[in-house]
């Protein structure tokens, strides 16, 4: 049986009379820029997120770049953040004018380590860039103080975590909604997936907010008056329309996923090589990505390859390791939990429609390798 990584083509068939009504009806308009769904987007992604603004923008990567821009980096300036995710992340404070400053993940939940965030301010930090990776929330209550601390902005990419929680002084805190600004993709394989590239920020911040919609509109608030210097990057309305007919549902998916999550736990715990992926208790996961860690992990890809079972490596080579960031002058072994995670990892199929057969054949597939 051959099982993907993702089935697109299955969620489609499933919502295709919602979603096909809602892209004509935007061709019939005409209303291709900034059109109604776009603001009517921005404001359930707001109230999804318990924040006072959302502003839509045309990739994950942007959603990264205008807050970072928004800070008026100068040469030097640095910004703290883990080397253990998209290159997007790292790369959008490059691009912003900032030096990326990377420091090592806890090893349980891949996410950046607060206590190294700590060591690692300097008098030329001016922010930190956590990642919620794989779909749970990095640990917010004991970032927020260094950040305010310090002086810093904390600007959360949530690219691959929207609708996630965590629990923060007994009450369920959404990602996105205490730090500085939340930064969301909806690129097709995330857990609310457009038709191609988009993305979204959601601050509680009026001030940012409003400089954030200037600045995906070539930094004007009035047509042909500039008072900074932008981008284009808005989110089509086509887009807006596809992920408003699909936010419907993005909560009994993020649900679907954690249930196949749980199959899967339940079949490798106990395992002396199969480590399962850990929850942080305090975490609602929504497992865009369900990632073990095994031993002889390349063997391991190519038997599931062989068995036309979909599953990917993510993050083959950490950030501070990239040839790209040669120059910040990190070596081999300088953050090594990592680099072991880069070395252990592998990501399964975990998407909503994941049959039970499905399923099983990668259980059987992974235990048969390791019998
Ligand atoms: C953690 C993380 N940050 C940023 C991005 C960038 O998003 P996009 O691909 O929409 O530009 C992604 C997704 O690809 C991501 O997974």
């Not at 970032?143 to 929207?162: K, N, T, V």
């Amino acid at each position: 049986m051959n099982v993907p990584l993702l089935d697109l083509v299955a969620q489609y068939r499933s919502i295709k009379d919602e979603v096909l009504p809602a892209i004509m009806a935007v061709i019939e308009r005409q209303a291709f820029i900034m059109g109604a769904e776009v603001g009517q987007l921005e404001a359930a992604v707001a109230a999804l997120s318990h924040t006072r603004h959302a502003v839509a923008c045309a990739s994950g990567t942007d959603a990264l770049l205008l807050p970072l821009k928004a800070l008026d980096l100068q040469p030097g300036d640095e910004v703290i953040t883990t080397p253990f995710t998209f290159f997007a992340t790292a790369g959008a404070i490059h691009n912003a004018g900032g030096t990326p400053v990377f420091v090592d993940i806890d090893p349980a939940t891949f996410n950046i380590d607060p206590a190294a965030v700590e060591a690692a301010v300097t008098p030329r930090t001016r922010g930190i860039v956590a990642v919620h990776l794989f779909g749970q929330m990095a640990v917010m209550e004991a970032l927020l103080p260094i950040a305010a601390r310090h002086g810093l902005a904390l600007i959360e990419d949530a690219a691959q975590s929207i609708g996630a929680r965590r629990k923060v002084d007994g009450a369920w805190r959404m990602a996105g909604e205490l730090g500085t600004v939340g930064t969301l993709s909806f690129f097709p394989s995330k857990n609310l997936g457009a038709y191609g590239d988009a993305g979204m920020m959601i601050t509680q911040d009026d001030a940012l907010a409003e400089r954030l919609r200037r600045l995906r509109l070539h930094g004007g608030s009035r047509e042909y008056f500039h008072d900074e210097v932008g981008f284009n990057s808005r989110l089509d309305t086509l887009q807006a329309a596809v992920l408003l007919a699909k936010l419907a549902h993005l909560a009994e998916w993020s649900a679907a996923r954690a249930r196949h999550a749980a199959g899967y736990t339940k079949a490798f715990s106990g395992h002396p090589d199969v480590c399962p992926p850990r929850t942080d208790p305090a975490n609602e996961h929504i497992f865009n990505q369900y990632t073990l860690r095994v031993p002889r992990r390349d063997e391991l890809q190519a038997h599931l390859k062989a068995k036309h079972i979909g599953n990917s490596i993510y993050y083959p080579l950490s950030l501070h390791l990239q040839p790209c960031f040669a120059h910040l002058g990190y070596a081999k072994g300088s953050l090594p939990a990592s680099e072991a995670a880069s070395a252990q990892v592998i990501s399964l199929p975990v998407f909503p429609e994941l049959t039970e057969a499905q399923q099983q054949t990668v259980i059987d597939a992974v235990l048969g390798f390791y019998a």
